[in-house]
């Protein structure tokens, strides 16, 4: 089994940054790609941005590009994603999972192991 276990979130000004980690247990995940998903109150979970497994590789939500950088440190069994220059329209619960290959997507489906969330919320 894996686990794995956001943190970082909590609360932030708009144009302010925070530095999320999921950090895994159990099983490594160095040989897999990573994601990271949010959720907003009432709305679909959605994709944020994701890595492959070596780190070399990386996809963006076009709502995150520019402003927030997903990398991996595989010696710690953990991935970050900064995300700078914040507003309200990202405040949302934050989630990390392992992808079931070595690479990475965009598709919720490609992923089989979730943590349970770090809630993010920007004020204005």
């Known amino acids: 089994q894996v686990q794995l276990v956001e943190s970082g979130g909590g609360l932030v000004q708009a144009g302010g940054s925070l530095r999320l980690s999921c950090t895994a247990s159990?099983?490594?995940?160095?040989?897999?790609?990573v994601g990271w998903f949010r959720q907003a109150s009432g709305k679909e979970r959605e994709f944020v941005a994701t890595?492959?497994?070596?780190?070399?590789?990386?996809y963006y939500a076009d709502s995150a590009k520019g402003r927030f950088t997903i990398s991996r440190d595989n010696t710690k069994n953990t991935v970050y994603l900064q995300m700078n220059n914040l507003n309200p329209e990202d405040t949302a619960i934050y989630y990390c999972?392992?992808?079931?290959?070595?690479?990475?997507?965009?598709?919720?489906?490609?992923?089989?192991?979730w943590g349970q969330g770090t809630q993010v919320t920007v004020s204005s």
């Open positions: 999972a392992r992808s079931r290959d070595q690479g990475y997507s965009q598709v919720q489906r490609a992923y089989d192991y």
């Open positions: 159990g099983r490594t995940f160095s040989s897999y790609g």
């Open positions: 890595i492959n497994w070596s780190g070399d590789s990386t």
